[in-house]
């Protein structure tokens, strides 16, 4: 009888007993799941951390790498402005060596031309010489001719003389071709010079139309 008493108290207490072990081993669980949860939390928290600190890490290496090529290419520029100032020294030494070859051609072209000048005018002054001994030549043989044709025609010294009168005493020459192609009224052609004769009467020599061509009596009032 005590035992059929006492076998439901003893259930009792062994389903209580029962129940406040899994209650403790329940709470446990949920206890060490909910540290776990707070490790796994910590743990991504961590993990997002990680990745950014990762990503910053590579933004860093991203700007060194682009310092890097800005170093290099500002190395680089300062190399072409070394080439580049190398060049314009070299260009500017040959500009002046070009402008002074051109200041020697120059003074050399003008030494060329003041020589040029010089010649032309000995040229032109020896031309002249020569075309005023040949006219003072003409001269003589008119004047030869004009005192043969006075003596064998009995001429009086105020006498003039016609071409047709002094021709045939100059022979075949080109002085008395000249005289002949002649317009009397126009002058008397012959000067090598282009000047125009006059005969003159026997007691003047003949004369030419152009200064300092004239007989040796005629050439100091020419002067």
């Given at each position: 009888?005590?035992?059929?008493?006492?076998?439901?108290?003893?259930?009792?207490?062994?389903?209580?007993?029962?129940?406040?072990?899994?209650?403790?081993?329940?709470?446990?669980?949920?206890?060490?799941?909910?540290?776990?949860?707070?490790?796994?939390?910590?743990?991504?928290?961590?993990?997002?951390?990680?990745?950014?600190?990762?990503?910053?890490?590579?933004?860093?290496?991203?700007?060194?790498?682009?310092?890097?090529?800005?170093?290099?290419?500002?190395?680089?520029?300062?190399?072409?402005?070394?080439?580049?100032?190398?060049?314009?020294?070299?260009?500017?030494?040959?500009?002046?060596?070009?402008?002074?070859?051109?200041?020697?051609?120059?003074e050399q072209a003008n030494q060329a031309a003041q020589q040029a000048q010089q010649m032309r005018a000995t040229v032109v002054q020896t031309q002249q010489t020569i075309q005023r001994d040949a006219c003072i030549n003409n001269l003589r043989?008119?004047?030869?001719?004009?005192?043969?044709?006075?003596?064998?025609?009995?001429?009086?010294?105020?006498?003039?003389?016609?071409?047709?009168?002094?021709?045939?005493?100059?022979?075949?020459?080109?002085?008395?071709?000249?005289?002949?192609?002649?317009?009397?009224?126009?002058?008397?052609?012959?000067?090598?010079?282009?000047?125009?004769?006059?005969?003159?009467?026997?007691?003047?020599?003949?004369?030419?139309?152009?200064?300092?061509?004239?007989?040796?009596?005629?050439?100091?009032?020419?002067?």
């Open positions: 009888m005590k035992l059929n008493v006492l076998l439901p108290w003893i259930l009792v207490l062994g389903i209580g007993v029962a129940l406040g072990v899994t209650y403790v081993k329940s709470s446990g669980k949920d206890a060490e799941l909910e540290r776990l949860r707070a490790q796994l939390a910590g743990e991504q928290e961590l993990r997002s951390e990680l990745a950014k600190a990762e990503e910053e890490i590579r933004s860093y290496e991203e700007q060194i790498e682009s310092f890097r090529k800005e170093k290099q290419e500002l190395l680089k520029l300062r190399n072409e402005v070394n080439q580049l100032r190398d060049q314009n020294q070299e260009l500017t030494k040959q500009v002046q060596t070009a402008q002074t070859q051109i200041d020697r051609a120059r043989l008119l004047d030869g001719a004009k005192q043969q044709w006075a003596v064998e025609n009995s001429k009086q010294p105020t006498d003039i003389p016609t071409v047709q009168d002094v021709a045939p005493y100059l022979g075949q020459s080109a002085l008395a071709q000249a005289l002949l192609g002649s317009n009397p009224s126009v002058g008397l052609r012959g000067c090598p010079a282009g000047g125009s004769y006059s005969l003159n009467a026997l007691n003047h020599p003949p004369t030419c139309s152009i200064p300092g061509h004239a007989l040796a009596a005629e050439a100091a009032p020419a002067q």
